[in-house]
């Protein structure tokens, strides 16, 4: 059993009436060989440095996402995609400790399936920003001013990504248009929606 990370030790009681469930997550995933990091603000499980799952918790559900989980058997038909446009990743979730702790055996059957998927170096073909909807709004600006265009296709595939799903999700024109406002500048100076 690999050793657990002290920098990851303050996640478990802020996490509420999940905490004995991550906790009982947090042993499973270990018993497993993997280390322990904090990323994006939760306990991730990395093999080599590669991000295998994570633990993170829900108002409803705790849940342990696995990365390429779109790449797993998933025999017992038990992962689930958080969104719509999640490509990757996909999520085992959980209501209460009994319930961990009877699926002990398909857990780590899963978080070792994972591991085996990183070890072939299997990637997943993810969607081109070309094949996601352009917001009627984001096209008009990006046709009327060239350097805008220019800019957001120097931008990786994923903050092109992140814009064109943030752009699209609003439901009104004007709130489109307010977005596309919003972060021009940031397109022009080729930063994400994030950074």
């Given at each position: 059993?690999?050793t ?5 030790d ?9 905490q ?14 993997l280390?322990?990091?904090?990323k ?23 849940a ?27 999520q ?10 009877e ?14 998927v990183?070890k072939?170096?299997?990637?997943v ?5 070309t ?23 120097a ?29 021009m ?10 950074d």
């Amino acid at each position: 059993m690999m050793t657990m990370n002290p920098k990851v030790d303050w996640y478990f009681p802020k996490a509420g009436k999940w905490q004995e469930a991550i906790e009982q997550l947090r042993m499973m995933v270990l018993d497993c060989g993997l280390s322990e990091e904090l990323k994006w603000g939760c306990p991730c499980y990395l093999h080599q440095k590669n991000n295998i799952v994570l633990i993170h918790v829900f108002k409803d559900y705790c849940a342990l996402l696995f990365f390429k989980g779109v790449l797993l058997n998933d025999a017992k038909n038990i992962l689930i995609q958080q969104t719509e446009n999640v490509q990757s990743a996909r999520q085992m979730r959980f209501t209460n400790v009994q319930e961990i702790l009877e699926m002990e055996p398909t857990i780590k059957a899963y978080i070792k399936e994972a591991i085996e998927v990183e070890k072939a170096g299997l990637k997943v073909e993810l969607k081109k920003p070309t094949e996601f909807k352009v917001a009627e709004e984001f096209k008009t600006k990006l046709d009327a001013i060239p350097e805008l265009k220019i800019a957001f296709e120097a931008l990786t595939p994923g903050r092109q990504r992140g814009y064109l799903l943030y752009f699209s999700a609003a439901k009104q024109s004007k709130t489109r248009e307010q977005r596309v406002e919003k972060y021009m500048s940031a397109i022009l100076n080729g930063k994400g929606l994030e950074d």
